[in-house]
């Protein structure tokens, strides 16, 4: 077909692929050699063996710099102690581990446990239960998910679904402060997990499918007293775009496109949350965080570009200014989120180092920016896309498939990626050994029917019955490797179900990954070959890491516990009669309430002596 | 027109009327008017201390259970009122699957009613406020018939949206549980 033709241009179709095994890798080439991509050595120190935040680093890496586990010996990774967290909703967290401590934060009702991990099977020291009000579990779009505490300076912040940021003393568990930030009765939750930088806590809201108007906003560390909250639609000043904003291309400048790009009053309850992944430069002050999708989801409803939604921001920390804004999918139309996480890094580029970020995005791009400026570099499709025709590297605008564009009152068949895109908010890792970016994703596409939404505050503003199911190959899932300089896949597990996990790597060289149905795997960070699976009670999404026991042993550690948008077929009991769903995915994973059941259990391996 | 032909066609269509009203709802339209509330005390549990006490089923329920313009009417409002945003086209997702057989709060009509009206504490909005105690009945009915409660003849044999989901008029009617054990 020629739309796959023109896409085949952009490497976007590959349908003579051979047919691969489900959970085997296939090579496509070798890691760069010579001159690769390194994370900025400021925004990445050196491992202390500590796991403090989410991303690992301000880079975002998600790299373990500890290396006695390798591919020769991860077969003999053994189970060392478990924890049930009490909980059967999705778990997106990391464990996280702060010289001896390790700290759990669950889904709703958003417990923070601490195991001490000097004494044998790491017994609770404390737990701190938060009570956010149970209603909240109404107005989460996609399971009661938390993404994520953060560590710093003797406190744990982390975020509650009914919207507060709380402070606990990391030794006593007490609390030091908490600040209301989201209202549910706009529909507000918040999943992300806080990023500490520059002495603020940054926090976003969650609830683009409830009609909220999306925010970011930094606490200061010590009193939780708010310093700033930047809007991402409506009018320059309550976006925080000054004299300093100078965003790349042309299409992002002029004066109130938070208003003037949407129709009227439609901005107030146009979504742009930010409910996913921050990135920092502490050489430059600058954070890095993407948008989400504008509401509703009909796009008949929101003519225009509808600034500032799917896109990127990068900010000075300490006032909130913008500094420059990139839009990945103006005028969004498959809710395609720019969320994603975000890693910094400084690669060889046309004969000189430059300092870039990397964006594995959910429409389907690998985007590599200048971090200084917002320019892209380059953008190259890592799965299957049919939805945008690619990315114009003059102008920086994505170009449109109009054969896909959603109409009120007819259903546009085969849109790829679906609206969770061909990547959701589960991390990469980024090896700076390999130099090559480890990308668990989905490989999904939808039906698409728009139709008239209602804004009712705290309720649902979608406005579309969405379908979802396999994309080319019958793989919902995909695990690749991609040369970030070169822009090109090394190597490729294709999942039978779709990939909600995150990714981390080791300097030892070896990549981790769990799958929906429970299998926490280890493949080689070169080839893909798997070298050793375990199979854990409950599907996996949760976040990866690993830590230095106290015993100067290498730990290897994730929470298992099926749910999130993919996985709340299983976690919210829904009934897969229905394909429409949990907005269309339940369609997808019909299979799962047979392949795994809900819970919530910590499991930490590491080597036998 | 002939006059023996408009007999004929006024017979054949009384012959349709009465035909129509064998299985079809009652309609009160002479009927003393009910009081416009939703029912109050109607409990979903099924144990009393000291003994069972008779739950008697509020009287407006046969009005509006398996009567098709009521039906239908909260069939609307079910997409307006974005019931849909969280429980799909009955399957579920930010709120439980609705046409299932487990009913976290009883799945009688005024059972159902009293839900929609009150809210319910793990995140169902009240809604006694935004609709009228006609409207929240007709949701309710409406809602016991994506599990196949009422006869086939009382609901759609078209969908209220554009999706990929069968008329009702195929959904098989399922058992209510009170219960939130589901399967998984």
Known sequence: ???????????????????????????????????????????????????????????????????????????????????????????????????????????????????????????????????????????????????????????????????????????????????????????????????????????????????????????????????????????????????????????????????????????????????????????????????????????????????????????????????????????????????????????????????????????????????????????????????????DLKTGMIIPNHDKDPKVGRVVRDICPAAPGLKDWNPSAFSPVTGLVYIPHNNLCMDFGAMRANYISGTPYVGADVKMYAGPGGNRGAFTAWDPIHQRKVWEIPEDLPLWSPALVTAGGVVFYGTMDGWFKAVDARTGKQLWRFKAGSGIIGQPISYRGPDGRQYIAFVAGVGGWAGAVVSAKMDTRDPTGALGFANAVKDLPMKTTAGGMLYVFTLPR | MSSRCRASFTLLALTALALGACNREERHSRAKPMGETVPAGVSPDTIWPGGTVAQTLDPRAKIYDNNAPAISQGQQLFSQMNCSGCHSHGGGGMGPALIDDEWRYGGRIDQIATSIAEGRPNGMPSWRSKLTQDQIWQLAAYVRSMSGQPSKDAVSSRAESMSNTAPQTLTPREPAHTSDTAEQ
């Not at chain 1, 050699?33 to 900025?40: K, L, M, N």
């Not at chain 1, 909250?229 to 004066?255: C, E, H, M, Q």
């Not at chain 1, 930010?274 to 002050?285: A, H, I, R």
């Not at chain 1, 870039?356 to 299957?384: C, E, I, K, N």
């Open chain 1, 1 to 391: 077909m020629n739309l796959c033709a023109a896409a085949a241009a952009l490497t976007a179709c590959h349908p003579s692929q051979p047919k691969q095994q489900f959970g085997s890798a296939t090579v496509y080439g070798s890691a760069p050699a010579g001159d690769h991509a390194v994370a900025p050595p400021a925004a990445s120190p050196a491992d202390d063996g500590n796991w403090v935040m989410p991303s690992k680093d301000y880079a975002a890496t998600r790299f373990s710099g500890l290396n006695q586990v390798t591919p020769a010996n991860v077969s003999k990774l053994a189970l060392s102690f478990t924890f049930s967290t009490a909980t059967t909703h999705g778990y997106e967290a990391p464990p996280l581990v702060v010289n001896g401590t390790m700290y759990l934060i669950t889904p709703f009702p958003n417990y923070l446990y601490a195991l001490d991990l000097t004494k044998p099977g790491a017994p609770t020291k404390w737990v701190f239960k938060p009570k956010p009000l149970a209603a909240s579990q109404g107005v989460a779009c996609c399971d009661t998910v938390n993404r994520g505490a953060v560590y710093d300076a003797g406190k744990i912040f982390f975020n509650t679904l009914d919207g507060q940021t709380i402070a606990v003393d990391a030794n006593s568990g007490q609390q030091v402060w908490r600040t209301q930030l989201g209202e549910i009765q706009k529909g507000e939750t918040i999943t992300m997990a806080p990023l500490v930088a520059g002495g603020k806590v940054l926090v976003g809201n969650s609830g683009g499918e409830m009609g909220v108007r999306g925010w970011i906003a930094a606490l200061d560390e010590g009193s939780g007293k708010l310093a700033w909250r930047a809007y991402n639609t409506g009018p320059d000043k309550d976006v925080l775009i000054s004299a300093r904003f100078k965003p790349f291309y042309a299409s992002d400048r002029g004066k109130d496109l938070g208003v003037k790009t949407w129709p009227p009053e439609a901005w107030k309850i146009g979504g742009g949350t930010v409910w996913g992944w921050l990135s920092y430069d502490p050489e430059t002050k600058l954070i890095y965080y993407g948008v989400g999708n504008p509401g509703p989801w009909n796009p008949d409803q929101r003519p225009g570009d509808n600034k500032w939604t799917t896109g990127v921001f990068a900010r000075d920390v300490n006032n909130g200014e913008a500094v420059w804004f990139y839009q990945t999918t103006p005028h969004d139309l498959f809710d395609h989120d720019d969320i994603n996480e975000i890693i910094l890094a400084d690669i060889p580029w046309k004969g000189q180092r430059r300092p870039v970020l990397f964006r594995p995005a959910r429409a389907g791009f690998f985007y590599v920016h200048d971090r200084r400026t917002g320019q892209v570099l380059s953008a190259a499709p890592y799965g299957y896309v049919n939805g945008y025709k690619g990315v």
